[in-house]
């Protein structure tokens, strides 16, 4: 069963994994981002539902400017990465149902990433696809979260129409000041983002979450998301996600744009809890034969 991301990306979730595999090639490391918790993969999902205080000398939130501002980041991305690589490390862990102890193995690969993303009208479709970066690989999540660098795309006007979004507070990500938007699938509108998909069904799955916005600028530093109710139909209890971009310099079309630099992902089935760690490096374009390096965040 699968969780496809309409039209911004598809999410293949496994509930039986096989046993572990030996770690394949690391990525390049990379330097976390100050406000991300250090890299594990313990069962530990985003507390959504914390309250978040402003600062007390941060000016008024304005949505609408906030909204326009996301909007037009969204939509460089489209325009400037049609298509692009990337270096992918992924990582994963399996538990019992219960997400504590009872381990049941894990395992590591690395993979090359390649995204297509094409303009179609007012909306946009993405293909997507990983190749396993060792020859002879086999391994069992090699089409698990497909999606990631495409999430922030949520902003484009097509997909956030079907949201309520509200600011929730002014807070600091990584040093650069932010607007905290939370946001939620609205009940008169059709889910048009995500679906868990079997081989016969399609069983759309609506989200909510929170998205770190640059105040200055728009861009998306950080989000996390859930499953706002179970998928009981491919049993699918909890499923979270949380990403961290940082700015990438493609150098032959004089763009910086943002991009993962990292995301986990806790899913929790019937029958086990799984674990996912994601760390992107070594992004550049297609017609661009030298690699372009993930930067670190700019402060």
């Not at 979730?13 to 595999?21: A, G």
């Not at 000398?57 to 906030?66: G, R």
């Not at 992004?283 to 930067?295: D, E, G, I, R, W």
Request: proline share 7%.
């Amino acid at each position: 069963m699968f969780c496809t991301l309409r039209p911004a990306a598809a999410v293949l979730i496994t509930t039986l994994l096989l046993s572990p595999f030996a770690p394949a090639r690391q990525s390049q490391p990379q330097a976390p981002a100050s406000n991300t918790k250090p890299k594990s993969l313990i069962w530990d999902p985003p507390k959504l539902d914390a309250k978040l205080r402003s600062a007390a000398n941060s000016s008024p939130c304005d949505l609408d400017k906030v909204l326009a501002q996301a909007a037009d980041r969204a939509t460089e991305l489209i325009d400037n990465l049609q298509n692009f690589t990337a270096r992918e490390q992924l990582d994963f862990r399996t538990y019992g149902p219960g997400g504590f102890g009872d381990n049941r193995g894990g395992g590591s690969a690395a993979f090359d990433y390649t995204a297509t993303i094409s303009k179609r009208g007012t909306s946009f479709a993405v293909k997507e696809s990983r190749k396993a970066a060792q020859a002879a690989i086999d391994f069992p999540l090699a089409n698990q979260d497909i999606g990631l660098p495409e999430m922030a795309l949520i902003f484009f006007p097509t997909l956030r129409a079907g949201y309520e979004m509200k600011c929730d507070a002014a807070a600091d990500w990584s040093g650069r000041a932010a607007w905290v938007v939370s946001f939620r699938q609205r009940k008169d509108r059709p889910d048009q983002t995500a679906a868990f998909t079997t081989n016969q069904h399609s069983y759309p799955a609506p989200l909510r979450g929170r998205a770190w916005i640059a105040q200055d600028t728009g861009v998306v530093l950080h989000m996390e998301i859930a499953l706002m109710h179970e998928i009981a139909a491919v049993d699918v209890r909890e499923w979270f996600l949380s990403i961290a971009y940082a700015p990438v310099r493609f150098h032959s079309k004089d763009v910086t744009v943002w991009l993962p630099q990292s995301a986990h992902t806790w899913a929790a089935f019937d029958l086990n809890r799984v674990v996912v760690s994601h760390d992107f490096s070594d992004f550049f374009l297609f017609s661009v034969q030298t690699t372009q390096a993930l930067a670190p965040p700019t402060r």
